[in-house]
Protein backbone atom coordinates (compact mmCIF):
# COMPACT_ATOMS: atom_id res chain seq x y z
CA UNK A 1 0.00 0.00 0.00
CA UNK A 2 2.74 2.44 0.70
CA UNK A 3 4.39 2.37 -2.72
CA UNK A 4 0.59 3.26 -4.06
CA UNK A 5 0.63 6.09 -2.02
CA UNK A 6 4.26 7.13 -3.14
CA UNK A 7 3.12 6.53 -6.66
CA UNK A 8 0.05 8.61 -6.43
CA UNK A 9 1.77 11.83 -4.69
CA UNK A 10 4.16 11.99 -7.10
CA UNK A 11 1.60 11.63 -9.95
CA UNK A 12 -0.26 14.59 -7.98
CA UNK A 13 2.48 16.73 -7.39
CA UNK A 14 3.37 16.34 -11.38
CA UNK A 15 -0.02 18.26 -12.04
CA UNK A 16 -0.27 20.65 -8.99
CA UNK A 17 -2.37 23.24 -10.43
CA UNK A 18 -5.25 20.80 -12.20
CA UNK A 19 -4.94 18.90 -8.51
CA UNK A 20 -5.68 22.44 -6.29
CA UNK A 21 -9.00 23.12 -9.12
CA UNK A 22 -10.41 19.68 -8.38
CA UNK A 23 -9.78 19.92 -4.64
CA UNK A 24 -11.53 23.32 -4.73
CA UNK A 25 -14.45 21.69 -6.82
CA UNK A 26 -14.96 18.85 -4.08
CA UNK A 27 -14.63 21.40 -1.31
CA UNK A 28 -17.08 23.89 -3.41
CA UNK A 29 -19.79 21.17 -3.70
CA UNK A 30 -19.58 20.04 -0.09
CA UNK A 31 -20.00 22.85 1.12
CA UNK A 32 -23.00 23.98 -1.47
CA UNK A 33 -24.47 20.52 -0.05
CA UNK A 34 -24.25 21.68 3.84
CA UNK A 35 -25.30 24.74 3.43
CA UNK A 36 -27.96 24.43 1.30
CA UNK A 37 -29.76 21.99 3.49
CA UNK A 38 -28.84 23.58 6.47
CA UNK A 39 -31.13 26.69 5.31
CA UNK A 40 -33.26 24.63 3.34
CA UNK A 41 -34.59 22.13 6.36
CA UNK A 42 -33.84 24.36 9.28
CA UNK A 43 -36.74 26.85 7.62
CA UNK A 44 -39.39 24.00 6.87
CA UNK A 45 -38.74 22.57 10.31
CA UNK A 46 -39.09 25.28 12.23
CA UNK A 47 -42.42 26.18 9.93
CA UNK A 48 -44.07 22.83 10.51
CA UNK A 49 -42.85 22.79 14.19
CA UNK A 50 -44.49 26.30 14.62
CA UNK A 51 -47.49 24.85 13.04
CA UNK A 52 -47.67 21.84 15.24
CA UNK A 53 -47.37 23.83 18.27
CA UNK A 54 -49.87 26.58 17.23
CA UNK A 55 -52.56 24.73 15.41
CA UNK A 56 -54.55 21.81 16.47
CA UNK A 57 -52.91 18.18 15.64
CA UNK A 58 -56.51 17.51 14.06
CA UNK A 59 -59.71 19.63 13.58
CA UNK A 60 -63.25 18.88 13.92
CA UNK A 61 -65.39 21.54 11.65
CA UNK A 62 -68.49 21.72 9.59
CA UNK A 63 -68.80 19.90 5.83
CA UNK A 64 -68.31 22.56 3.52
CA UNK A 65 -71.38 22.47 0.97
CA UNK A 66 -71.37 21.73 -2.50
CA UNK A 67 -74.56 23.00 -3.43
CA UNK A 68 -74.32 23.12 -7.40
CA UNK A 69 -74.50 19.11 -7.53
CA UNK A 70 -77.05 18.90 -4.92
CA UNK A 71 -79.64 21.45 -6.51
CA UNK A 72 -79.50 20.56 -10.05
CA UNK A 73 -80.29 16.68 -10.91
CA UNK A 74 -80.49 15.55 -14.86
CA UNK A 75 -83.50 13.73 -15.54
CA UNK A 76 -82.54 12.00 -19.02
CA UNK A 77 -79.64 12.53 -21.65
CA UNK A 78 -82.33 14.62 -24.17
CA UNK A 79 -83.95 16.71 -21.00
CA UNK A 80 -83.04 19.70 -19.42
CA UNK A 81 -81.95 19.87 -15.91
CA UNK A 82 -84.85 19.89 -13.60
CA UNK A 83 -84.28 21.64 -9.91
CA UNK A 84 -85.77 19.09 -7.66
CA UNK A 85 -85.36 21.30 -4.30
CA UNK A 86 -82.44 22.43 -2.03
CA UNK A 87 -81.38 20.77 0.97
CA UNK A 88 -80.96 23.35 3.75
CA UNK A 89 -77.06 24.46 4.19
CA UNK A 90 -75.68 22.93 7.17
CA UNK A 91 -75.08 25.79 9.92
CA UNK A 92 -71.51 26.97 10.32
CA UNK A 93 -71.57 24.84 13.52
CA UNK A 94 -71.27 21.59 15.60
CA UNK A 95 -73.57 20.33 17.33
CA UNK A 96 -72.98 17.97 20.19
CA UNK A 97 -69.67 19.35 20.67
CA UNK A 98 -69.51 18.37 23.89
CA UNK A 99 -70.73 14.80 23.73
CA UNK A 100 -68.37 14.52 20.53
CA UNK A 101 -64.82 16.01 22.35
CA UNK A 102 -65.83 12.92 25.05
CA UNK A 103 -65.92 10.53 22.67
CA UNK A 104 -63.00 11.90 20.88
CA UNK A 105 -60.94 11.83 24.42
CA UNK A 106 -61.75 7.88 25.26
CA UNK A 107 -58.99 7.42 22.14
CA UNK A 108 -55.41 6.56 24.10
CA UNK A 109 -53.91 8.57 20.97
CA UNK A 110 -55.70 12.01 22.60
CA UNK A 111 -54.06 14.22 24.50
CA UNK A 112 -56.64 16.97 24.96
CA UNK A 113 -59.69 18.61 22.77
CA UNK A 114 -60.59 22.45 22.52
CA UNK A 115 -63.38 24.10 21.43
CA UNK A 116 -63.18 27.10 19.26
CA UNK A 117 -65.96 29.68 17.70
CA UNK A 118 -64.41 31.48 14.74
CA UNK A 119 -65.78 34.22 13.00
CA UNK A 120 -64.24 37.65 11.15
CA UNK A 121 -64.22 41.14 12.05
CA UNK A 122 -62.64 44.43 11.98
CA UNK A 123 -60.01 45.77 14.86
CA UNK A 124 -59.72 49.34 15.14
CA UNK A 125 -57.36 51.81 17.09
CA UNK A 126 -57.02 55.21 16.69
CA UNK A 127 -58.03 55.95 12.81
CA UNK A 128 -56.67 52.85 11.87
CA UNK A 129 -58.42 49.48 10.60
CA UNK A 130 -57.69 46.16 10.26
CA UNK A 131 -59.63 42.97 8.97
CA UNK A 132 -58.94 40.22 11.58
CA UNK A 133 -60.05 36.00 12.16
CA UNK A 134 -61.57 35.51 15.40
CA UNK A 135 -60.95 33.10 17.63
CA UNK A 136 -63.43 32.40 20.66
CA UNK A 137 -61.07 30.09 23.29
CA UNK A 138 -61.52 28.50 26.57
CA UNK A 139 -58.60 29.14 28.22
CA UNK A 140 -58.20 25.95 30.55
CA UNK A 141 -58.63 24.14 27.39
CA UNK A 142 -56.85 25.95 25.27
CA UNK A 143 -53.47 25.47 27.15
CA UNK A 144 -53.87 21.77 26.81
CA UNK A 145 -54.23 21.52 23.15
CA UNK A 146 -51.76 23.97 21.94
CA UNK A 147 -48.98 25.42 23.31
CA UNK A 148 -50.10 28.89 22.74
CA UNK A 149 -49.34 30.48 26.16
CA UNK A 150 -45.22 30.10 24.67
CA UNK A 151 -46.21 32.17 21.73
CA UNK A 152 -47.94 34.65 24.02
CA UNK A 153 -45.35 37.70 24.97
CA UNK A 154 -46.08 38.32 28.45
CA UNK A 155 -47.89 35.13 28.95
CA UNK A 156 -51.20 36.71 30.24
CA UNK A 157 -53.93 33.40 29.04
CA UNK A 158 -55.41 33.70 31.93
CA UNK A 159 -56.27 37.06 31.79
CA UNK A 160 -59.49 35.77 30.00
CA UNK A 161 -60.56 33.85 32.85
CA UNK A 162 -60.65 37.73 34.90
CA UNK A 163 -61.75 39.67 32.58
CA UNK A 164 -63.77 38.72 29.33
CA UNK A 165 -63.28 42.28 27.48
CA UNK A 166 -60.38 41.43 26.45
CA UNK A 167 -58.07 40.54 23.46
CA UNK A 168 -55.27 38.71 22.43
CA UNK A 169 -54.05 39.83 19.33
CA UNK A 170 -51.15 38.82 16.50
CA UNK A 171 -47.87 41.12 16.72
CA UNK A 172 -47.70 42.14 13.21
CA UNK A 173 -51.71 43.44 13.81
CA UNK A 174 -50.05 45.29 16.69
CA UNK A 175 -47.77 46.86 14.89
CA UNK A 176 -49.77 47.78 11.88
CA UNK A 177 -52.35 49.61 14.16
CA UNK A 178 -49.45 51.19 16.16
CA UNK A 179 -49.95 49.49 19.04
CA UNK A 180 -46.78 49.16 20.77
CA UNK A 181 -47.75 48.24 24.70
CA UNK A 182 -50.61 46.59 26.60
CA UNK A 183 -53.71 47.31 28.09
CA UNK A 184 -54.66 50.00 24.95
CA UNK A 185 -58.28 50.04 23.99
CA UNK A 186 -59.36 48.72 20.61
CA UNK A 187 -62.53 48.61 18.77
CA UNK A 188 -63.79 45.39 17.70
CA UNK A 189 -66.93 45.22 14.86
CA UNK A 190 -68.36 41.40 13.95
CA UNK A 191 -70.00 40.71 10.86
CA UNK A 192 -73.89 41.52 12.65
CA UNK A 193 -73.03 44.92 12.88
CA UNK A 194 -72.17 44.58 17.00
CA UNK A 195 -69.25 46.79 18.11
CA UNK A 196 -67.68 46.54 21.51
CA UNK A 197 -64.55 48.34 22.95
CA UNK A 198 -61.74 45.57 24.36
CA UNK A 199 -58.48 45.95 26.23
CA UNK A 200 -55.50 44.28 24.72
CA UNK A 201 -53.55 42.10 27.46
CA UNK A 202 -50.81 40.49 25.27
CA UNK A 203 -49.64 39.66 22.10
CA UNK A 204 -49.17 36.72 19.80
CA UNK A 205 -45.79 36.00 17.88
CA UNK A 206 -45.38 32.96 16.78
CA UNK A 207 -43.60 33.65 13.99
CA UNK A 208 -45.53 32.51 10.78
CA UNK A 209 -46.54 36.10 9.47
CA UNK A 210 -49.76 34.90 7.98
CA UNK A 211 -50.58 34.01 11.88
CA UNK A 212 -49.52 36.62 13.23
CA UNK A 213 -51.07 39.13 10.79
CA UNK A 214 -54.77 37.95 10.99
CA UNK A 215 -55.17 36.21 14.42
CA UNK A 216 -56.97 37.35 17.71
CA UNK A 217 -57.82 35.66 20.62
CA UNK A 218 -61.10 36.49 22.78
CA UNK A 219 -63.53 34.86 25.72
CA UNK A 220 -65.47 31.90 24.11
CA UNK A 221 -68.41 32.97 25.93
CA UNK A 222 -67.98 36.80 24.44
CA UNK A 223 -67.46 36.00 20.79
CA UNK A 224 -70.82 33.89 21.62
CA UNK A 225 -73.05 37.22 22.94
CA UNK A 226 -71.95 39.89 20.99
CA UNK A 227 -72.53 36.90 17.31
CA UNK A 228 -76.09 35.57 19.39
CA UNK A 229 -74.77 32.03 19.25
CA UNK A 230 -74.91 31.39 22.77
CA UNK A 231 -73.21 27.54 23.20
CA UNK A 232 -72.10 27.39 20.01
CA UNK A 233 -69.31 26.05 18.77
CA UNK A 234 -67.73 25.45 14.81
CA UNK A 235 -64.12 23.78 15.69
CA UNK A 236 -62.82 21.59 17.90
CA UNK A 237 -59.16 20.95 18.46
CA UNK A 238 -57.24 17.49 19.38
CA UNK A 239 -54.16 17.06 20.34
CA UNK A 240 -52.69 13.84 20.19
CA UNK A 241 -49.05 12.37 21.41
CA UNK A 242 -47.83 11.44 18.15
CA UNK A 243 -48.88 13.92 15.49
CA UNK A 244 -47.20 12.17 12.64
CA UNK A 245 -50.43 9.70 12.88
CA UNK A 246 -52.77 12.38 12.44
CA UNK A 247 -54.12 11.47 9.33
CA UNK A 248 -54.48 7.53 9.77
CA UNK A 249 -56.47 8.93 13.35
CA UNK A 250 -58.32 11.36 11.22
CA UNK A 251 -59.67 8.52 9.09
CA UNK A 252 -60.88 6.77 12.14
CA UNK A 253 -62.59 9.67 13.56
CA UNK A 254 -64.19 10.16 10.13
CA UNK A 255 -65.94 6.64 10.47
CA UNK A 256 -67.87 7.84 13.61
CA UNK A 257 -68.27 11.41 13.05
CA UNK A 258 -70.37 13.50 10.65
CA UNK A 259 -68.37 16.33 10.73
CA UNK A 260 -65.18 17.05 8.43
CA UNK A 261 -62.02 15.71 10.59
CA UNK A 262 -58.84 17.01 9.29
CA UNK A 263 -55.33 16.36 9.86
CA UNK A 264 -52.53 18.98 10.29
CA UNK A 265 -50.68 17.53 7.16
CA UNK A 266 -54.24 18.39 5.31
CA UNK A 267 -54.83 21.82 6.09
CA UNK A 268 -51.17 22.42 4.91
CA UNK A 269 -51.05 20.27 2.10
CA UNK A 270 -49.67 23.56 -0.27
CA UNK A 271 -46.92 24.59 1.93
CA UNK A 272 -45.80 20.52 2.44
CA UNK A 273 -46.13 20.24 -1.84
CA UNK A 274 -43.74 23.44 -1.90
CA UNK A 275 -41.35 22.54 0.52
CA UNK A 276 -40.61 18.80 -1.73
CA UNK A 277 -40.84 21.03 -4.75
CA UNK A 278 -38.50 23.19 -2.83
CA UNK A 279 -36.19 19.83 -2.25
CA UNK A 280 -36.16 18.62 -5.48
CA UNK A 281 -34.98 22.13 -6.93
CA UNK A 282 -32.24 22.56 -4.12
CA UNK A 283 -30.85 18.98 -4.48
CA UNK A 284 -30.86 19.06 -8.37
CA UNK A 285 -28.66 22.77 -8.23
CA UNK A 286 -26.35 20.38 -5.74
CA UNK A 287 -26.02 17.44 -7.83
CA UNK A 288 -25.37 19.77 -10.90
CA UNK A 289 -21.92 20.89 -8.03
CA UNK A 290 -21.29 17.42 -7.55
CA UNK A 291 -21.22 16.29 -10.76
CA UNK A 292 -19.04 18.99 -12.41
CA UNK A 293 -16.38 18.43 -9.24
CA UNK A 294 -16.42 14.50 -10.43
CA UNK A 295 -15.95 15.81 -13.85
CA UNK A 296 -12.85 17.92 -12.78
CA UNK A 297 -11.69 14.92 -10.95
CA UNK A 298 -12.20 12.30 -13.64
CA UNK A 299 -10.27 15.28 -16.15
CA UNK A 300 -6.87 15.74 -14.14
CA UNK A 301 -7.10 11.90 -14.03
CA UNK A 302 -7.73 10.87 -17.55
CA UNK A 303 -5.02 13.79 -18.44
CA UNK A 304 -2.41 12.11 -16.21
CA UNK A 305 -3.34 8.34 -17.64
CA UNK A 306 -2.57 9.53 -21.05
CA UNK A 307 0.58 11.70 -19.88
CA UNK A 308 2.08 8.95 -17.81
CA UNK A 309 1.30 6.03 -20.17
CA UNK A 310 5.59 5.18 -20.27
CA UNK A 311 5.62 5.68 -16.47
CA UNK A 312 2.26 3.07 -16.35
CA UNK A 313 4.69 0.75 -19.15
CA UNK A 314 7.11 0.43 -16.88
CA UNK A 315 5.28 -0.03 -13.69
CA UNK A 316 3.73 -3.02 -15.57
CA UNK A 317 7.06 -4.01 -17.05
CA UNK A 318 8.41 -4.01 -13.36
CA UNK A 319 5.63 -6.43 -12.33
CA UNK A 320 2.43 -4.75 -11.21
CA UNK A 321 -0.83 -6.06 -12.64
CA UNK A 322 -3.96 -4.38 -13.68
CA UNK A 323 -5.47 -4.22 -9.99
CA UNK A 324 -2.22 -2.38 -8.76
CA UNK A 325 -2.74 0.07 -11.53
CA UNK A 326 -6.43 0.70 -10.89
CA UNK A 327 -5.82 1.39 -7.40
CA UNK A 328 -3.36 3.89 -7.97
CA UNK A 329 -5.58 5.63 -10.15
CA UNK A 330 -8.76 5.38 -7.78
CA UNK A 331 -6.20 6.57 -4.44
CA UNK A 332 -5.86 9.53 -6.85
CA UNK A 333 -9.61 10.18 -7.46
CA UNK A 334 -10.18 9.63 -3.47
CA UNK A 335 -7.17 11.38 -1.93
CA UNK A 336 -8.83 14.84 -3.69
CA UNK A 337 -11.77 13.70 -2.56
CA UNK A 338 -10.76 13.56 1.35
CA UNK A 339 -8.91 16.64 1.11
CA UNK A 340 -11.74 18.54 -0.68
CA UNK A 341 -14.32 16.69 1.46
CA UNK A 342 -12.27 18.43 4.67
CA UNK A 343 -11.95 21.39 3.43
CA UNK A 344 -15.59 21.68 2.26
CA UNK A 345 -16.23 20.74 5.85
CA UNK A 346 -14.42 23.84 7.01
CA UNK A 347 -15.93 26.11 4.78
CA UNK A 348 -19.60 25.35 5.53
CA UNK A 349 -18.62 25.12 9.10
CA UNK A 350 -17.60 28.99 8.90
CA UNK A 351 -20.29 29.78 6.59
CA UNK A 352 -22.92 28.41 9.18
CA UNK A 353 -21.05 30.25 11.94
CA UNK A 354 -21.45 33.53 10.16
CA UNK A 355 -25.21 33.14 9.17
CA UNK A 356 -25.87 32.01 12.75
CA UNK A 357 -24.71 35.24 14.31
CA UNK A 358 -25.95 37.48 11.47
CA UNK A 359 -29.35 39.40 12.55
CA UNK A 360 -31.46 40.37 9.66
CA UNK A 361 -34.86 41.36 9.88
CA UNK A 362 -36.88 38.57 7.69
CA UNK A 363 -39.74 38.56 6.79
CA UNK A 364 -42.14 36.40 4.62
CA UNK A 365 -43.68 32.90 5.16
CA UNK A 366 -41.64 33.24 8.52
CA UNK A 367 -40.52 35.81 10.16
CA UNK A 368 -37.29 35.91 12.29
CA UNK A 369 -34.19 37.94 13.12
CA UNK A 370 -31.83 35.77 11.09
CA UNK A 371 -31.66 32.87 9.17
CA UNK A 372 -33.06 29.94 10.49
CA UNK A 373 -30.83 26.91 10.26
CA UNK A 374 -30.72 23.55 11.08
CA UNK A 375 -26.89 22.49 11.50
CA UNK A 376 -27.19 18.53 11.92
CA UNK A 377 -24.19 16.81 11.39
CA UNK A 378 -25.76 14.34 9.05
CA UNK A 379 -25.41 16.89 6.05
CA UNK A 380 -21.96 16.83 7.06
CA UNK A 381 -21.84 13.14 6.30
CA UNK A 382 -24.23 13.24 3.56
CA UNK A 383 -22.02 15.88 1.27
CA UNK A 384 -19.34 13.85 1.75
CA UNK A 385 -20.60 10.69 1.47
CA UNK A 386 -21.86 12.04 -1.88
CA UNK A 387 -19.14 13.45 -2.96
CA UNK A 388 -17.21 10.37 -2.42
CA UNK A 389 -19.54 8.16 -4.35
CA UNK A 390 -19.34 10.60 -7.34
CA UNK A 391 -15.10 10.99 -7.09
CA UNK A 392 -15.17 6.90 -7.27
CA UNK A 393 -17.59 7.00 -10.50
CA UNK A 394 -15.12 9.52 -11.70
CA UNK A 395 -12.22 7.96 -11.16
CA UNK A 396 -12.80 4.19 -12.09
CA UNK A 397 -13.25 4.52 -15.75
CA UNK A 398 -9.81 6.69 -16.47
CA UNK A 399 -8.00 3.74 -14.01
CA UNK A 400 -9.44 1.15 -16.01
CA UNK A 401 -8.23 2.66 -19.45
CA UNK A 402 -5.17 3.05 -17.46
CA UNK A 403 -5.10 -0.83 -16.13
CA UNK A 404 -5.83 -2.06 -20.07
CA UNK A 405 -3.07 -0.29 -21.44
CA UNK A 406 -0.57 -2.59 -23.17
CA UNK A 407 3.36 -2.14 -22.30
CA UNK A 408 5.04 -3.72 -25.48
CA UNK A 409 3.08 -1.40 -27.57
CA UNK A 410 3.87 1.51 -25.79
CA UNK A 411 7.40 0.69 -25.58
CA UNK A 412 7.62 0.07 -29.68
CA UNK A 413 5.88 3.29 -29.97
CA UNK A 414 8.10 5.23 -28.37
Given at each position: MRYVLFIVLAFIKKRRKQTLVSILGVAISVTAFIVMSSIMFGFQKYFVQQVIDIEAHLTIKPKEETSEERLIRRVDEKSLVKVYGNKPKEKDRIL????????????????????????????????????????????????????????????????????????????????????????????????????????????????????????????????????????????????????????????????????????????????????????????????????????????????????KRKEIAILMAMGYNPRDIISIFLSSGLIINIIGGILGFIMAYGILEFLANLELNIEGLLRSKGFILDRSWKYYFTGFFLSFIFSLLASFYPAYRASRLNPVEIFRSL
Open positions: GWREIMKMVEKYPEVLGTAPHLESKGILKYGAKEKPVSLIGILPQLESKTTVIERFTEFKRLKAFEVDKNTLIIGRVIARDLGINELNKKVVLTLPNGETKIFKVVDFLNSGITNIDSTRVYIPLQTLQALLDRTDEVNAILIKIKDVNKAEALARKLQREIKYEVESWQKAYLNFLKIFKIQSMITYMIVFAIITVSAFGIFNIIMMTVME
